[in-house]
């Protein structure tokens, strides 16, 4: 009993000493971090990793250790290390893989650099920003921001509840940009809208997180414990890509090509992959946006959007409206669509990052939310909103290096020129048309629900009134 006794007393020396004496430990960060990662892990189960992390930069300054093999940055050097060294980076950790659709890997659940960047190549031109502008995409996202404005038109005087509209928006740009002539018409047609439903409105956190750290238990959990099934939604994605004629610019005429060498089902992983970002990234982001820009304190902002729409040509081009530009620009630092942190595993032979060598294997990651507002030498006042900063020609190099809700390198947002062209046309035919305010019975600041990897207002809900200017 005394050898069993004396044997657990050494193994438990053995790892304290690891913890203590392991090159992280020189790293600031919490002392029971040292130990184990119960804490970052309790943080995401109670959906309240990004602030967390955020504060413990505040605390602790730009390097932060988050549990015994995790480490969070902010710097830019860091961002640079961690994600653009090589081309694409570091490989991804096995978070990615809670991500694949149909049971199949997509582009953004591969792990290894190399393979992710093989499957980009096979699809990148169509999110080219030549192809995204071309006149039958371009027109269909017109025909769908106005699809938007009437239904805002129609509501008069009453509180319209954008967060559905603007998530119905975003499904049926990115779909009939995919699958064109079969994209979605959710803002009129009510089987359609059942698919936007289903897509957006769940909370399949925690039980995202339950597969990935409890991999080998998973397919033993009961129903109650898998993420909710989306059946509506895999069907018409299916019958998308099994169609025969489709529109030249689309996504999956690319994906189907014999040169892309992949079979049906994982085209369809990776348009059901695309839709799902598309309606986070447009439909989120927009929503924060409306909402900041409808607040009071924040109505000279909107004012002077409607000044440069009103006096711009009706065929001006959404690149020369550069107030629109730093409006969303402005939108995009204070609420990233996808704030959440960005794991990495360090490579083979461990890195220097910010002057601590990290050991290789270690977990490494920024988050949007934070590298936008822990320089405050490059964002002044970080918490405002304040579009006018992108404006300014001092720092205007600084801002855009640290600009980081698209992510950067290889494995940077791959929709983010499609997301972009959405958001400005819809907000130029919205603030052209009318003056926005928060309904009387939506007051104080918006509450973010942070998910697995978006950003929602607390109760999905956020009702504004449009007013005719």
């Known amino acids: ?94 978070f990615y ?62 509180s319209v509840d954008v967060y559905v509209l603007l998530h119905c928006y975003a499904v049926d740009c990115v779909t009939h940009f995919m699958f064109s002539p079969g994209g979605l018409k959710s803002l009129t047609i009510q089987k359609d809208f059942e698919i936007m439903r289903e897509l957006t409105y769940h909370q399949s956190l925690q039980k995202n997180l339950l597969e990935y750290y409890l991999p080998a238990l998973a397919p033993y ?23 025969s004629e489709v529109e030249s610019h689309t996504l999956v005429e690319k994906l189907k090509r014999k040169d892309s060498n992949l079979e049906l089902i994982q085209a369809a992983a990776e348009c059901k992959d695309h839709m799902a970002a598309g309606i986070d990234t447009t439909g989120d982001g927009l929503c924060f946006l ?12 909107q004012t002077k959007l409607y000044r440069e729409l009103a ?45 601590y060598f990290i050991s290789a294997h270690t977990i490494v990651s920024c988050q949007p939310y934070t590298v936008h507002r822990y320089h405050e030498e490059v964002f002044p006042d970080p918490d405002r909103f304040y579009p006018e900063r992108w404006l300014e020609e001092k720092g205007a190099a600084e801002r855009n290096r640290y600009f980081f809700s698209f992510a950067v390198g290889g494995r940077g947002c791959t929709g983010k020129n ?22 009387p019975d939506m007051t104080g600041s918006m509450e973010i629900d942070d998910q697995i990897i978006s950003s929602r207002p607390k109760d999905q809900t956020c009702k504004l009134v449009f007013t005719p200017v």
């Open 221 to 243: 959990f009961p129903k109650i414990l898998h993420p909710r099934a989306s059946p509506k939604t895999n069907q018409y994605v299916q019958d998308m890509v099994a169609q």
């Open 290 to 301: 409306m909402w900041e820009l409808s607040q009071s304190h924040n109505l000279e902002f």
């Open 97 to 158: 893989s809670l991500f694949k659709q149909f049971k199949t890997k997509t582009m953004f659940s591969t792990l290894p650099k190399d393979e992710h960047s093989k499957r980009k190549r096979i699809f990148a031109e169509r999110y080219a920003m030549t192809n995204v502008m071309k006149a039958k995409p371009l027109a269909a996202i017109h025909e769908r921001a106005m699809a938007f404005v009437n239904q805002c038109a129609e509501a008069g005087k009453k």
């Open 418 to 439: 499609l997301a972009l062209v959405e958001m400005k046309t819809l907000l130029r035919e919205v603030y052209s048309r009318f003056q926005t305010t928060v309904a």
């Open 1 to 94: 009993m005394l050898s069993v006794w004396a044997g657990i007393i050494l193994l438990f020396g053995y790892v304290v000493g690891q913890r203590l004496f392991s090159p992280l430990s020189k790293v600031p960060g919490p002392w029971f971090t040292r130990f184990t990662s119960l804490w970052i892990k309790y943080q995401e189960f109670t959906v309240n990793r990004r602030e967390a992390i955020h504060e413990l930069h505040k605390e602790y300054g730009p390097v932060v250790r988050l549990g015994p093999n995790e480490v969070s940055f902010t710097s830019l050097e860091a961002i640079k290390e961690i994600y653009a060294s090589g081309g694409s980076g570091y490989d991804k950790t096995e």
């Open 311 to 355: 006096a711009a040509p009706a065929d001006a081009s959404l690149d020369s409206l550069v107030y629109l530009d730093a409006v969303i620009k402005e939108a995009l630092r204070c609420s990233p669509p996808i704030p959440m942190s960005l794991p990495r595993y360090v490579p083979h032979g461990g890195r220097m990052i910010d002057n």
